[in-house]
């Protein structure tokens, strides 16, 4: 009998790991491959860019560099224009500073300066530092440009999917082996 539960306990445990493994995946961000983001001093989770041109408005695209770099669901949430970011140090045309926001928690921010912008994902949104220095150099002698604005995004996390994945056939095969052991166990021993 004690053989038994031991069968059946094991091949439970195998069943749930199994459909554990296949129904879940780790979502690992892919990094938009410009040295850029290793010229910054303030410190940020993760970093893609330059991107040539604007993060918001009609011919923005910092929405879909989020979500298609760091995972869906993102959202506009404010810049320092809107008065959602307030620059504490530094400012519009500075290269350097540290800014607040009423939002807190993990969030990405963009620095938009000169012809490009640059996207982080930062720890915490309420309080971070900020710099330039990781958008495309402007003029002949390739200067670093002063800001233009700062955008704060947000992501919204859904729901995980329900899985509809069925184990693999030699899982089911595993399976079926182990009840058959079992059962013959039971009758053997009862």
């Known amino acids: 009998m004690k053989i038994q539960k031991l069968a059946l306990a094991t091949a439970t445990t195998v069943a749930l790991l199994s459909v554990h493994g296949v129904t ?3 979502k690992a961000a892919v990094l938009g491959g410009s040295s850029t983001c290793s010229e910054v001093s303030f410190s940020y989770l993760d970093c893609a860019g330059s991107f040539l041109g604007n993060d918001k408005g009609a011919q923005g695209s ?12 993102w959202y506009f ?13 530094g400012g519009e045309g500075t290269q350097l500073g540290s800014a607040s926001t009423k939002l807190s928690g993990f969030g990405a921010i963009a620095i938009k300066a000169g ?8 720890k915490d949104l309420a309080t971070f530092d900020w710099g330039t220095a990781g958008v495309a150099k402007v003029g002949k002698k390739g200067n670093i440009p002063g800001l233009s604005h700062l955008s704060v ?4 996390i859904p729901e995980p999917p329900v899985s509809q994945k069925v184990p693999e056939p030699s899982m089911l095969l595993g399976i079926a082996g182990i009840v058959g052991v079992s059962k013959r166990l039971r009758r053997k021993n009862g």
Do not use: C, I, R, W
Request: negative net charge; charged residues 15%; proline residues 0%.
């Open 24 to 26: 879940s995946s780790a």
């Open 62 to 73: 910092g929405l879909s560099n989020l979500n298609s770099l760091f995972g869906e669901g």
């Open 77 to 89: 949430a404010g810049d320092n224009e809107d008065e959602l970011v307030s620059l504490t140090n």
């Open 115 to 122: 012809n490009s912008y640059s996207l982080y994902t930062v």
């Open 153 to 156: 995004y947000k992501q919204t």
